[in-house]
């Protein structure tokens, strides 16, 4: 088998720009590159320099990457001009890699406007088959028949991870496939109103992604700021 | 991390609120025990659970806890339909407690102090081997940008950063001379954050202080049963939340049902300004005066001096300018300031008789009007009038606004109303969820800073008048509407970035005011489907023979049997009769028919329709019948009573929200009593107007707006109704009905009570029968 190389970064594109009120904004575009077959949860934020000293952070951003799904975009503005005004950015990152799953079938509500409520099979011996390692266990899936669509709530705990951020990819399919990600250091979450199509047969795949450490692009890029 | 022994130790109120349609929402007031002396901060969240199996977890977050105050407000909300409502709750939680506070002595170098637009950023120093350390716990300060900013507090952010992210907490501080400012508690998300901005007014050196905050394990409680379950119930009229609470006698208010308040704080500048007419001479000889020679005349004409120079400053004489304000006299905040929003309990040992739980937002006001009262250029025009505009700058607290609500607050729900000025734009209103909310002044408390005055012409039109923006002005309702589908459009977009992969959709486009598109994406599938449950028959055909027009007569009679577990409550159809090479040969259209149809029920529909011979094939007898119907299911509600005012040209409103699954929660009828005719007319008229938003993706119909007058006996005397046939997706009406030429002995003391009902396709159904005409 050949070995999974290793995942880089490709600055795309970035743009900055100061208004006449000393406002300033502006972002980068990264493409990500050797990404698994079974994709990666990324955060990501931007670090802003001016000679040496952090002039201003921005939010973090998140998002499930795959193959076809490979960009991020991280914006960052604040109240900076003049002499403040930011000279370097750089990219502070942390990969999220495919850790546990669990998949699960809820039962289906068959009249409009019904709801039904799931939990976990149990095994031959008693125990949960909506759990893994760790303790991480899908507790409950509530599945709303919304006028023949699905609206699907799913309740997860995470057991013995919680207090450090753990990325979860909750997958429904139908007749078609829909995905929603979240990351999260509680105990328990609840990923709620995901939308499915009305099919006969639901498949919900859930699955949990471990972080890695935060890590910072080796290279701080000077940035040009437009005037506006 | 810290353990504490900090736990739950006393569970004080839980209800669960049902709605109609399914929604609950769960409210939890619980106590913690072992609180130390210094404020610590606990995140929680909630978790609900039916016969043990858990039906939802709410988001986090930190709530500020004190030894005196040492309960936390919790709630979630969320669709559990029938089966599915809960009946125990468990809270999982952690809590922060503080490191020791480390204070950064920041020198502002002159040119900072002094030039409006400058920036610094301060760092720890460096020496040789070593760098300084700004460190509070795992939280360490990183820089501190500060900006000098012209004739308003300056602002400052730091850049924060943490070994331990997700398990550390901050808060900082700053102070320049007795100019001071915090931030609310935050967690660190990613190791590095730049703080929310802060702001003091530079008169000295800075002193940042920054406290970091280190968290417990998370830890879970026993499951403990809900206590109360109350069915949602619409409220019409509402008292303040102070008044209920000390209506009720008690030291400490239970949250009282669903209601939930919160305080937004307005902002720390602001002032008073007074808009008010004076001499044309005054204004032509100060005109082109600075500010500093206005303020010394109009200082002059104060203290009453001999010396005071040039023209009188009114018609009539000279008088304190502080008189002067026959058009605008207001004390507001300014509209560029950023409010804060606390969830609080109403407590009336607490200062201003609220307590506060949980810190919930910052942000910028987002605007609902500007009203205009800026001086512009004499045009000779007779809405013109020359005025002088003073104004004093303050700091300070310019108001709270007190907001009840059933769920959480919505940054997208509050708006304000802004009077634009020479001196400043002054918040003129404040508006949450459609509705007008008073602030509350009686805590203001402010200094004041400079002066400013500006005297010119301004023209009196009705856009810059108070009255147009009013609850129930035509004006403020397609500003309200506009908001509303506004937001509608921003929560579309936001859904429609993570689109289901297998749907095609069918973008269509909306303006908005503000002149940018917005792509609304529409379900590509019919929401309304034919309805195998829906038997629907001839049972009657019958004609007569051409009159001597060649006309032909037909009855006609059909059932139709609800075999859906839905109530019908409108029937559409159509009837086309069609003959074999001609096509069409005649018709009915547009029959509707109101009736209340449980499952099971029958329907029994009848038409009549003229044929023409002419247009027939006369060798052929036997015809097609096509009979096209719609059903429809039906909201309704009784919005509520509104007392006839006892003058005329006086407006009443009622307020409602309405739980509905097609249209916009908030509903406002406005009715204005008007005399009929000329003054010594004997009967009035009155008006309603109210506005309607559909937001959902289907179209609603047939919606009515029913008045109906009630007698001061409590007979009723009257109705009347407007409608809209048709109300497009997410769009937006409004309904005017009216009474006119009532006796004013008739209105004496009458009441109006008020129904609303819209209308929803639920199905269609076809039939196709050949039939034979009889000779």
Redesign the interface.
Known sequence: MAKQEAIDFVLLDSQFEVDQDGYFSGGAHYQIINIPSDGILIQGYLEMKKEKAIALVSDVIDGYLTAIDDTIYVSVSGSLDGNALPDTFTLNYRLFKAWDSVEASPSLPASFGAQNLSVSPKGLLGGKKWKCAGNKELLSVMVHNDDGDFRISSNLQIGKAAGTDVGIVAEHHTDGVTHQHLIFNTPSVSIKNQYATGAEKLKSRYRFFKPEKWTTLNKFNPLEVTRV | ?KNLSIDLVEHHRSDIELSSG?YVTISVEVEFGLIPETPIYIEA?L?SL?DG??????D?YPHEVMFEHPRVYLSDS???????VPDTYAI?F?YFTPEEKYEIDTPIPPEIARQS?????H?PKKGLLSKEKWVSGAASV??I?V?NVAGEDD?I?V?VSSSK???TGFQLTCQSGDSTDYTIFKIF??????SD?LRVHLTGDLVVGITGFA?S??A?TEAAVIAERIQADDRVSETSALDSDQADGGNVSNIGGNTRYFMVNTGGAGGEVTIGRISREFVEHWSSADNDELMEVLSEINSESDEVSGPTITESGNCPFYDIDDIEHTTAPYEDNEYEVEEVVPDATAEGGYRSIRSVVKGEYSRLYGRERYSEEDDGSDEIVPILTFHTGEKGSFGRVIIETSGDFDPNKFCVGVMETDVGNFIDSYWYDGKLIEPDNDWDDSRTNFSSATVGYLALTDYGSKENYLPGTELIQELLEEMDRDNSLEVDSVQSK?P????KETPKTNQSSGGKSEWVFVKD?A?HQTMKELNMTLTRFENEAPDEDGDISIDLEFEIKNES?KDISLIKYDLVVEQDGIGTIGGQTRNTEDCLLDAGEVFNGSCWLRLNEHHMDKSSSEVTVKLYARVYEREFFKLGSIEVPAETNTLATLTKEINSNLLDPSIVVGMVRRPDGDEDSKEDRLEFKASVTNKTDTYVEDLELRIVLMDRTGAEDDDTYDTVDTLGPHSGTFIEPSFWGKPKSKLKGATVDVFLKAHRLIGTQIISETRTLSS
């Open positions: 991390m399914g969240q978790l039916k199996v858990v039906v939802s977890i709410s986090t969320f669709h559990a339909g029938n089966d599915q999982n952690r637009g400058a920036y610094l950023i760092t990183d820089s940008v900006k602002e952010f850049n992210p997700v398990s998300d990613k190791p590095q954050l730049a901005p968290a394990d998370w879970t993570n289901p992969t297998d749907k599938k929401e577990d």
